[in-house]
């Protein structure tokens, strides 16, 4: 089973602020999800990655499949930024076809 | 499009009672789950399903039941409702293309169980 370990935990920053979340995993793959949980709840996908890096708006993801490891970045962070950041894998190097296993979350808190 | 329906948002069970919980997509994505979570525990996969006909268990299959009758939906039956079942249950569906996996997902069924 592919383990995925996030750190940190909890992140507090200051408005404009550089952010780095950090996402393990265990088992080699071909992709990874990045994910963004709401304060009320709803979930939505961030990014999909298979190799180098990605980019939209203020978040950049990158990730180094040989080394196992993906980060998300939030430049210039906003109060609304604030929210639960998830990396979710397949349990192995096929495509998930619905089957995802989840890290524990980050939970961002941008103070203005 | 509605995208990924769940119903309802929320629901208070008795021990021993049994429900349904609702899903249902309308972007004809081939590959749908059923996820609940847990405070600490993050996402964990109930069952999932690559297509009408066919579903599979994820990590925590035990009380719950799935079908999968029609593209569209996906129901998530819990058959005797125990206080262990009281979570935050996610919807989502998704497909491939050379692009990569695309998901969507449900606004979540906040349940409990007394």
């Known amino acids: 089973k592919n383990e995925v370990e996030q750190s940190p935990q909890n992140l507090t920053a200051q408005e404009g602020e550089f952010i780095t979340i950090n996402c393990s995993y265990s088992?080699?793959?071909?992709?990874l999800h990045w994910l963004q949980q709401h304060p009320g709840g709803g979930i939505v996908s961030l990014f999909m990655l298979s190799s180098g890096k990605k980019k939209h708006g203020r978040l950049i993801a990158t990730i180094n499949i040989q080394e196992k490891h993906s980060s998300l970045h939030i430049t210039a962070s906003h109060p609304r930024d604030s929210a639960v950041y998830i990396c979710a894998v397949p349990p192995n190097y096929g495509g998930s076809q619905g089957n995802l296993i989840f890290g524990k979350g980050t939970k961002l808190s941008v103070k203005p | 499009n509605a995208g990924v329906t769940q119903t309802p948002k929320f629901q208070v069970l008795k021990t021993g009672q049994s429900m349904t919980l609702q899903c249902a997509q309308d972007?004809?994505?081939?590959?749908m789950s059923w996820y609940r979570q847990d405070p600490g525990m993050g996402l964990r996969l109930i069952h999932y399903?690559?297509?009408?006909?066919?579903?599979d268990q994820g990590e925590v299959p035990n009380g719950y039941n799935v079908s999968r009758s029609t593209t569209e939906d996906f129901p998530l039956r819990l058959l005797s409702a125990a206080p262990s079942q009281t979570s935050v249950y996610f919807c989502?569906?998704?497909?491939?293309?050379?692009?990569?996996?695309?998901?969507?997902f449900g606004s979540g069924t906040q349940l409990s169980v007394l």
């Open positions: 088992v080699g793959i071909s992709a």
């Open positions: 972007m004809n994505h081939e590959y």
């Open positions: 399903s690559v297509g009408a006909g066919i579903t």
């Open positions: 989502a569906s998704s497909y491939s293309d050379s692009f990569g996996e695309k998901l969507f």
